[in-house]
């Protein structure tokens, strides 16, 4: 039966029920401008037969003829496209040769778009164990991550972050030539508003790829911003596992964590640029650097000491609640503390660690190190170091740089300190050495080894869970002011317990702190990461946002 006559016959009952289904004239050896092909499933020519569609082990896709065995179908990047009102070009067989599918009868432009959907969220999820990010990630950090940001509350969280949002909008707005007329991968897609961005920036094609359920939410915001949403595609999906038919001239993303690296989504982002991104295009952001210096605040040492006190109570209830309490202590040191701190408690200078997401690898990314290499600029104790960082968006017009330093407007990334249980004691002008080490786990986070020397050559470490932080800013204590006389006398008698655990330490009270930290392991190597000293500017002309 031609395509030109009358509706395909009536269809046999179904291959499976999981399947979906249409009719079609399948042509295989296509040529690029779909002229001329010869009929793979079906005799001669005109012939229309049943195409079903589905997964088999491991979400393997396959499509399936007439009834015939299932032949797999291969989604790689420009692996299926959209072909004319009722086709649909797919690479199939192990041949994986192209086949143009063109579906027949008063149902083709439902059955092409059917299959079309189909390749680009649930076939493009592929076998999800064999993914980079299923091989790196536990399955319930996996269902908690999305969970969280399939959430409006979390977007919005993001969205009202006026500096992180701003400055977004602002890149992308000061390099319109980096988008205008290009096609767009946005990694992470969330709500989507960095893929209105884009297409504000004059964008020709979005591909919005985000793996939680907040698509739901984005298309909902596209469909009532049609001026923009129209040239959005939303690819439901994890990065790392779905397909897309082009190219892209730009990758967008916003896949900074805590310490730059928590929620390992930067991972993520480089693994788009390796699949998705056409030689020589651009990424928003480019770079990113992790600065730290060493700090004091007696107040944090105290209050942290103050947490763990109550198990050293002996008599809770008629319960001696002490054996337990140096296992508390270690448990709230060893919490990162994220909070936005004065700049008036940093007592050396920085040090920096750049990585260049357009060179990095995501094996280079699971163990980083740092080493510290600071001066002290006051005598007296040093708590431990304190982290921010920053990344740089290289536009071909205008170099801009969004920043979580100490003293900027606060974004709702904080910044971090890991205090050592054990202080060191520093002098000013004197060298503080030390290491940092972040070493990555399957719980979409790192692990964070301090050791730090001081002036006196007493040595002290700690491992800090990047994934459990202790949210100061959520406190009284991380929001509140400075300055009444109570909390001076706290401060007093932090200064001095303190001191007495420097002065342990030093004398070798201290060890079972420093074999706490002494964790190790081989250095990062590989390109994109690479030490940089904290006076060599990040970027050539650069405006800050």
């Known amino acids: 039966m031609s395509l030109g006559g009358s509706n395909p016959p009536q269809e046999p009952s179904p291959i499976n029920s999981k399947l979906s289904s249409g009719w079609a004239v399948v042509h295989d050896s296509v040529s690029a401008a779909f002229g001329q092909s010869t009929r793979l499933a079906g005799g001669g020519p005109g012939q229309v037969v049943q195409v079903a569609w589905g997964t088999g082990a491991g979400r393997a896709p396959f499509l399936r003829f007439s009834g015939g065995d299932p032949v797999r179908v291969f989604l790689t990047v420009g692996s299926f496209a959209d072909a004319g009102e009722t086709g649909v070009l797919v690479h199939v067989g192990e041949g994986r040769k192209p086949a143009l599918l063109e579906f027949a009868g008063h149902e083709a432009v439902q059955s092409k778009v059917a299959l079309l959907n189909w390749l680009r969220t649930e076939a493009c999820a592929g076998p999800h164990q064999d993914s980079g990010f299923a091989a790196r990630t536990d399955d319930a950090s996996a269902d908690a991550y999305f969970h969280y940001y399939g959430m409006l509350m979390h977007q919005q969280n993001m969205l009202q972050d006026a500096t992180r949002t701003g400055t977004y909008y602002s890149a992308i707005m000061q390099n319109i030539g980096d988008f205008n007329g290009k096609v767009v991968v946005d990694v992470g897609a969330g709500s989507g508003i960095l893929s209105m961005f884009a297409v504000q920036a004059g964008a020709r094609k979005v591909y919005a790829v985000e793996a939680s359920g907040i698509t739901e939410h984005a298309r909902a915001l596209m469909d009532g911003n049609p001026q923009l949403g129209s040239r959005i595609e939303i690819v439901r999906g994890r990065v790392e596992e779905v397909s897309l038919p082009e190219k892209a001239d730009v990758l967008i993303s916003e896949p900074m964590g805590t310490l730059l690296v928590n929620e390992r989504m930067l991972e993520s982002y480089i693994h788009a640029r390796k699949e998705f991104l056409k030689p020589g295009g651009k990424m928003y952001p480019a770079e990113g650097r992790i600065h730290m210096c060493a700090f004091r605040d007696d107040l944090l040492y105290y209050e942290i000491s103050q947490r763990a006190a109550f198990w050293g109570n002996t008599s809770f209830h008629g319960v001696d609640l002490s054996p337990l309490h140096p296992a508390a202590s270690r448990a709230y040191f060893g919490q990162c503390v994220v909070d936005a701190f004065s700049p008036n408690v940093i007592i050396s200078d920085t040090s920096s660690k750049q990585v260049d997401f357009t060179t990095a690898d995501e094996e ?173 500017p990040m970027i050539e002309g650069q405006e800050h946002v």
């Open 364 to 536: 280079s990314l699971a163990n980083i190190d740092l080493e510290v290499s600071l001066t002290a600029y006051a005598n007296g104790l040093c708590h431990g170091v304190a982290f921010w960082f920053d990344v740089g968006f290289l536009g071909s017009n205008q170099h801009v740089t969004l920043s979580t330093a100490p003293g900027l407007p606060i974004t709702h990334w904080y910044q971090l300190r890991c205090v050592l249980q054990a202080p060191v004691v520093v002098t000013a002008g004197q060298p503080l050495r030390g290491r940092v080490q972040l070493r990555a786990h399957r719980r979409q986070s790192y692990d964070v080894h301090v050791t730090l020397v001081g002036s006196n050559g007493a040595e002290s470490s700690g491992v800090f869970d990047l994934k459990e932080p202790y949210y100061r800013q959520m406190t009284p204590q991380g929001w509140s002011a400075v300055g009444d006389a109570g909390t001076v006398a706290k401060m007093q008698g932090a200064g001095e317990m303190a001191t007495q655990a420097a002065d342990a330490a030093e004398g070798g009270a201290g060890a079972e702190g420093a074999a706490h930290g002494n964790g190790t392991g081989e250095s990062a190597h590989g390109s994109g990461l690479r030490e940089v000293g904290s006076d060599e």
